[in-house]
Each structure stands twice: as C-alpha cells, then as structure tokens.
Nanobody, 127 residues
Framework: VQLQASGGGLVQAGGSLRLSCAAS????????VGWFRQAPGKEREFVSA????????DYAASVKGRFTISRDNAKNMVYLQMNSLKPEDTAVYYC?????????????????????WGQGTQVTVSS
C-alpha cells in the first residue's frame, strides 16, 4: 500500500482546509487509516482515525468538534476536513494505514501500529 497526502497550505486562523490521502493497492479498503501531525521540535501526535468501513472514528481531544475524518473506499481515499483552524494546528500532517482496531484507543493512537505512511503535507495556520 502506498499513501500520498495532499491538501495542505497556508490559511488564516478560523479558516478551513481539507486534507486528502490517496492510496494504491486493493488491500487499502481493509485497513484503518489514521492522521498524525508533527510540529517543529515536537513529537508526532495522533489527530484522528477511521476504521475500514468508516463506521468508527476517533479524534484527539484537541481537534474533536473541529476536524472530521471520512473515507471513500470506492476511490481509495481518506479525507480530513479541518475547520476553525488554530495556529497550534500548524504541523506536517501524515496519513497512515494499518491493521489497527479503532475500538482500542491506545492502539489507534500509537504511530508504530501503522505499517504504511504517506510523505506528509504542510499545514500552516497564521494568527
């Protein structure tokens, strides 16, 4: 499975962006997908995840209510709609896929549980 994240950019605080994660490989539809982000000088952190069917999702407390994850398995795509963006959302955003059970919070929020990673897309939110 190969992943490619896109959709990042520069936006003012309060604005919106939609990130996309395009995947290749027929097995993608069987994997959970997570979004992680990494700001300069900080550890990579969990943002959101969605299970293979799209029925189960998880969000970090810092983005819950502002971000929405979704997927379109017919197109091998996962999306992260980001609204009400804040300067602290500035980071490189990565999508990742793997056999992760979204019901288990500790697992789904652990980067090492994901086998496949995209290259990242920069999101910059100005104040």
């Amino acid at each position: 499975v190969q992943l490619q994240a896109s959709g990042g950019g520069l936006v003012q605080a309060g604005g919106s962006l939609r990130l996309s994660c395009a995947a290749s490989g027929r097995t993608f539809v069987t994997y959970s997908v997570g979004w992680f982000r990494q700001a300069p000088g900080k550890e990579r952190e969990f943002v959101s995840a969605i299970n293979w069917s799209g029925a189960t999702t998880d969000y970090a407390a810092s983005v819950k209510g502002r971000f929405t994850i979704s997927r379109d398995n017919a197109k091998n795509m996962v999306y992260l709609q980001m609204n009400s963006l804040k300067p602290e959302d500035t980071a490189v955003y990565y999508c990742a896929a793997g056999n992760v059970n979204v019901f288990y919070t500790q697992a789904v929020r652990t980067a090492s549980r994901y086998a496949y990673w995209g290259q990242g897309t920069q999101v910059t939110v100005s104040s």
